[in-house]
């Protein structure tokens, strides 16, 4: 499946769909949401009247203006989530490649003003995902974000993300197993790292949640967006209510559920990993 950017119009049609059912529409994928010419408009069609869907993003942060930063705070976005994972800009850039952390935290800083000049009631938060080159600096983000007075929330990294998200977990760990922190706690895989630690019995993404691509295709969680031939249908194309009551999302209920079923999705795959 090819990247791209969600167009306004597409995007405002998907809103009036969801809008007599979403309680929440987390505006971010894998791309930088900010970097949408759009993407302040977007939240202002979703949360304020007469969709008033809660809203959320998360976003690096790298390049955004003051226009950006007065319209993120005056839009009604419920919380922005502000991705850094490093306190000094060697740590940072090693999986933020071509970031740059000075410009991060002076933007962070002209979002917290604005805040109050706003009197905005979007939370901010500081997102730290623990790796093995920045798990020594958690402690030293923690006083930061405090002296910034937003709250630090501490993520766990994964590697089967993307297109490896059904590669089995141990054939990945040559490769990107050294980015995995020592720190037992912040382990998202069992100690002889070949599969997820999981929390969970039950996915119920399925049932509670959908996520729609800049180019319409459904898929049943954020995990998996790639290929074309794991969507649950497309939404400019069908009713949404067909893809939702559709042959592949039920057969993903049943399967989740460990029931008989006939067709095959990507759900099938998922849960055997
Ligand atoms: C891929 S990012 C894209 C949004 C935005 N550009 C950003 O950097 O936050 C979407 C979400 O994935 C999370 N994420 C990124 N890399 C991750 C990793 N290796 N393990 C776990 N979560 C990760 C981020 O914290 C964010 O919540
Ligand atoms: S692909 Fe996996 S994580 Fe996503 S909804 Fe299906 S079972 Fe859940």
Redesign the pocket.
């Known amino acids: 499946m090819e990247y791209g950017l969600f167009k306004l119009d597409k995007y405002l049609k998907v809103v009036d769909i969801f809008s007599k059912w979403a309680q929440t529409v987390q505006l971010?994928?894998?791309?930088?949401?900010i970097l949408n010419k759009s993407f302040v408009e977007m939240i202002r069609y979703t949360s304020q009247k007469p969709h008033k869907i809660r809203t959320i993003t998360?976003?690096?942060l790298n390049a955004t203006n003051d226009e950006q930063i007065k319209g993120l705070l005056t839009s009604n976005l419920d919380a922005l989530?502000?991705?850094i994972d490093g306190v000094t800009q060697e740590v940072y850039e090693k999986?933020?490649v071509g970031g740059n952390l000075e410009t991060v935290l002076n933007n962070l800083k002209k979002l917290i003003a604005a805040k109050k000049l706003y009197k905005s009631s979007t939370k901010i938060q500081w997102?730290f995902?623990v790796?093995k080159q920045n798990e020594h600096q958690i402690e030293e983000a923690k006083k930061m974000a405090s002296d910034f007075g937003v709250p630090l929330q501490i993520?766990?990294?994964?590697?089967h993300?993307k297109k490896d998200t059904f590669v089995p977990i141990k054939e990945l760990m040559d490769t990107y197993g050294e980015?995995l922190p020592d720190d037992p706690r912040y382990q998202?895989y069992t100690e002889d790292r070949t599969k997820l630690k999981r929390t969970m019995k039950l996915c119920k993404s399925p049932w509670l949640e959908t996520m729609v691509n800049w180019n319409g295709d459904v898929f049943p969680c954020s995990s998996v967006h790639i290929e074309e031939k794991d969507r649950m249908g497309n939404i400019f194309e069908q009713d949404f209510e067909d893809i939702w009551n559709g042959q592949k999302y039920v057969a993903a209920r049943k399967e989740l559920l460990g029931k008989p079923n006939s067709v095959n999705t990507i759900c099938h795959t998922c849960r055997k990993k």
């Open positions: 971010f994928s894998w791309g930088e949401p998360t976003v690096n989530h502000v991705s999986y933020r997102d995902i790796m993520f766990s990294a994964a590697i993300l980015w998202t």
